[in-house]
């Protein structure tokens, strides 16, 4: 059974979405501030927190970047409509996902199931043979170890920095819209495209030399953005070591 934490300081909100969440199979924990969020998800070690942004005694902003230093822990976000500064700062900090107020109960449980589904992927392959990793210039993306690194060095992404980064190498040298990217990393029909451009962004200050002028991850205006592997890659130098 996979463990969600609720931190929110309605109580209405919290038993509502508990509720829900138990019925759909979770086993829950609640906490209603920011510090004993942080607590309980040292303690209980859940497969997602689902956090406010609007807490006392430590905003839900700082409770994220707590909770995620130890480690990628799924993190949707609730936020208030209209407040599109402070969504962004959250999916910047780290959050996979963000619902706003007031929300569907069980929209948030599909997200909360979607996210899920993608951070157990490496579970899901261990009985599976392993997937070719892949390559291209500096990067290097093993799919069944969940493990990225650059020049080498392991790269701290999140869930849906990894799955974007495992898109785009599979997909060199194809423009895709961020709508296609939704359904395709996300698994989403519909949603704020604002989410998978905070994104990008994060994942291009992770892979780029010089973030503000990208050469691997590209935009392509009026349609999205595409993967250019490196000149060096050549026509047989990238995809899976198996290519090579």
């Given at each position: ?212 002028r990208p050469c691997l991850i590209n935009t392509v205006w009026g349609v999205g953005y595409r993967f250019d592997p490196p000149p060096s890659d050549g026509p047989h130098g990238r995809g899976a070591d198996g290519d090579r």
């Amino acid at each position: 059974m996979k463990r969600v934490l609720v931190v929110d300081d309605d109580p209405t909100v919290s038993e509502v979405v508990a509720g829900y969440l138990h019925r759909a199979g979770f086993a829950v924990d609640v906490a209603a501030d920011g510090p004993t969020g942080v607590a309980t998800a040292a303690a209980r070690s859940p497969d997602l927190v689902v956090l406010d942004l609007m807490l006392p005694g430590m905003d839900g902003l700082e409770v994220c970047r707590r909770i995620r230093a130890h480690g990628p822990l799924p993190v949707i976000m609730l936020t208030a409509r209209g407040d599109e500064e402070d969504r962004i700062l959250g999916l910047e900090v780290g959050a996979d996902d963000y619902v706003t107020k007031p929300f569907s109960p069980r929209e948030l449980v599909l997200r909360v199931e979607s996210v899920l589904r993608r951070a157990g992927s490496l579970a899901a392959t261990r009985t599976e043979p392993a997937a070719p990793r892949l390559r291209s210039g500096p990067l290097a993306l093993d799919p069944t170890a969940r493990r990225a690194t650059r020049s080498g060095t392991e790269l701290a992404l999140t869930t849906r920095e990894f799955d974007l980064l495992e898109f785009f190498l599979r997909h060199p040298g194809r423009a895709t819209s961020r709508e296609e990217l939704m359904r395709q990393v996300w698994g989403w029909e519909f949603g704020d495209l604002s989410t998978v451009t905070v994104h990008v962004r994060r994942l291009r200050e992770k892979v780029e030399d010089d973030p503000a002028r990208p050469c691997l991850i590209n935009t392509v205006w009026g349609v999205g953005y595409r993967f250019d592997p490196p000149p060096s890659d050549g026509p047989h130098g990238r995809g899976a070591d198996g290519d090579r």
